[in-house]
């Protein structure tokens, strides 16, 4: 039986919105939600309902299952749909949000777009909506792909019952212009939901308590000395990324204070989006220094020139040059401002990219999950407090300080649930440094990826001894030797061939282990044992813990 691809997206939508419905504690999440995405606690129309549900669904992460709701449907429901249904839901994990420019029109089937951020052509499979638009308008919104499209994965996408369709050439320009800015500072920039609506559908101002008085009481009660709302205002003004102010203020407010940190990370998350849109809002004046109180003869033509250029999408960095040079303000000296006392200690980069890292994560379809978020902040910490001397820059990172955490931190992890934490834990480390490399250009995942490589497979190896050993009816006494495994067991075999580790004697030792334990044996694996007394060849080696090699380093 053939399904129309329409019908199946509308099906899967309305199972997501069901799920939203009967999960309690999604429930209790949409209020509070919505008054974040609006700024008022209901919606303004039909529409912008759908909007927030999209944005609800598919990027904002659940704070009690720490992912998008989207993926936790996925997960617990996908199996138990038909396999058309099935399909699509899956599909839709790589739906696309954007503003798009209609390039062609093919009636009775569809339409193709280019997608202004990312420069791709996209083909559009809608025989209605077609007939209602024209060549050269503008689409911002979602697109769902099409599984198995003319045989070819994800080849035609359909447009969400939400997208807004505009027909004005000024606005596609500025957006255009903007995006390609975007796309050109960053190729693999990807903007989201929020951030695209908020240049078309502002969030009301004054609606609810918003971020400032969030803070205000958090600060207020337990706060940093000589910090404020309006310190803070001041520094996201100034700073290029959110990480370099977040990731300081987060780590003092941990070490200093007992503020609830997971409230204070929103709070200063939404006031940034918030005074970054106050800062880029057209009409804005930039913030610049008189010389005295009268203004030049000639300001009021320099910053109307400014807001000109601004309404056309000029390029920002360079309408503040200009207006600097109208304004002759470019020779001003600056004043020598005081050290910023949220920013003291705190010069390097490496909590604060991880926290941006994180940040932009939890924009995406895919979120990192709240075990790795944690597991990556410890590594963080680790670094900073137990490296002697602290790593705090990213560029500073080195195999050796990888192993060290892995041996001090994640091999000593207890029972199963820990040492899965441990082994997700390593993988957010690889995935932080492989973005590190994409986004930031600072390729420490190219010298550490054979020790990633290395420790993965020796955590993995010493998890899965320890779960044999501790299954084995053969108990090792308490007191025991260490053994510097010089021949490792031939598959199938249990016998080996070890030094004594604190060199007492240069003979090699022909051993024999528990067959069980042989498969997770390596060359320069150190043991923990006792041998059984000197009575011929091989003797019993009884071990009690393994030491893979890629941990030992020079320890």
């Not at 598919?58 to 996925?74: D, H, Q």
């Not at 999408?313 to 207006?323: A, K, V």
């Not at 044999?468 to 108990?475: H, L």
Request: hydrophobic letters at 40%; one cysteine or more.
């Amino acid at each position: 039986m053939k399904f129309a691809a329409r019908d199946l997206l509308e099906n899967c939508l309305r199972s997501l919105r069901s799920f939203l419905e009967q999960d309690e504690d999604l429930s209790e999440e949409v209020a509070p939600a919505r008054m974040e995405y609006f700024g008022a606690p209901s919606a303004p129309s039909g529409v912008a309902e759908a909007r927030f549900l999209e944005w609800f669904l598919f990027e904002r992460p659940s704070a009690r299952y720490g992912e998008v709701p989207y993926l936790t449907f996925l997960r617990r429901s996908a199996e138990d749909l038909p396999v058309h249904l099935r399909d699509m839901l899956e599909g839709m994990a790589e739906n696309v949000f954007g503003v798009f420019e209609i390039e062609s029109l093919a009636p009775g089937s569809g339409m193709t777009v280019t997608d202004l951020l990312r420069g791709r052509t996209i083909a559009l499979r809608e025989d209605q909506a077609q007939a209602l638009v024209e060549v050269g308008d503008t689409l911002v919104g979602r697109l769902f792909p099409i599984p198995g499209t003319s045989g070819l994965e994800g080849e035609e996408f359909l447009l969400s019952g939400a997208v807004a369709c505009f027909r004005s050439k000024e606005l596609r320009d500025a957006l255009g212009a903007d995006l390609a800015r975007a796309h050109a500072a960053d190729p693999t920039a990807r903007l989201s939901q929020r951030e695209i609506e908020r240049l078309l559908w502002p969030v009301p101002p004054g609606g609810g308590d918003g971020p400032e008085a969030e803070l205000r009481a958090l600060l207020g009660a337990d706060g940093l000395a000589g910090l404020g709302v309006e310190d803070l205002r001041r520094m996201f003004a100034e700073a290029g990324r959110p990480g370099m102010v977040i990731g300081p203020l987060l780590d003092r407010l941990a070490f200093e204070t007992r503020v609830d940190l997971d409230r204070a990370r929103t709070a200063l998350w939404a006031l940034w989006e918030e005074t970054r849109r106050e800062v880029s809002e057209p009409g804005a004046t930039p913030a610049v220094r008189r010389r005295d109180d009268e203004r030049p003869r000639d300001a009021c033509a320099a910053v109307e020139a400014f807001e000109r250029g601004r309404a056309r999408g000029e390029n920002l960095e360079e309408l503040f040059d200009r207006l600097e040079r109208d304004l002759d303000l470019e020779g001003e000296p600056e004043a020598e401002e005081p050290p910023d006392p949220a920013l003291e200690g705190t010069a390097g980069n490496l909590a604060p990219l991880i926290e941006e890292h994180l940040w932009e994560r939890s924009r995406g379809a895919s979120p990192v999950p709240s075990a790795r978020e944690a597991g990556l902040r410890s590594f963080g910490r680790y670094l900073s407090e137990r490296i002697v001397p602290p790593l705090d820059l990213l560029e500073r990172l080195e195999p050796e300080h990888l192993r060290r955490f892995a041996l001090d931190v994640l091999h000593p992890a207890p029972g199963p649930p820990a040492q899965q934490e441990a082994l997700q834990t390593l993988a957010a480390v690889e995935e932080f440094l492989r973005w590190g490399r994409a986004e930031q250009g600072i390729d420490a995942f190219g010298r550490c990826e054979p020790a990633l490589r290395t420790l993965d497979s020796d955590l993995r190896r010493a998890f899965a001894f320890r779960a044999v050993n501790a299954s084995s009816a053969r108990r090792p006494p308490a007191a025991s030797s260490r053994f510097l495994v010089r021949l490792a067991p031939a598959s199938g075999a249990g016998e080996l061939v070890v030094d004594p580790a604190d060199g007492s004697s240069a003979d090699p030792i022909h051993a024999r282990v528990d067959l069980a334990l042989a498969p997770h044996l390596r060359e320069g694996d150190l043991l923990a044992g006792t041998l059984s007394p000197e009575a011929g060849t091989p003797r019993d080696l009884r071990v009690s813990e393994l030491l893979p090699a890629g941990l030992r380093g020079s320890d």
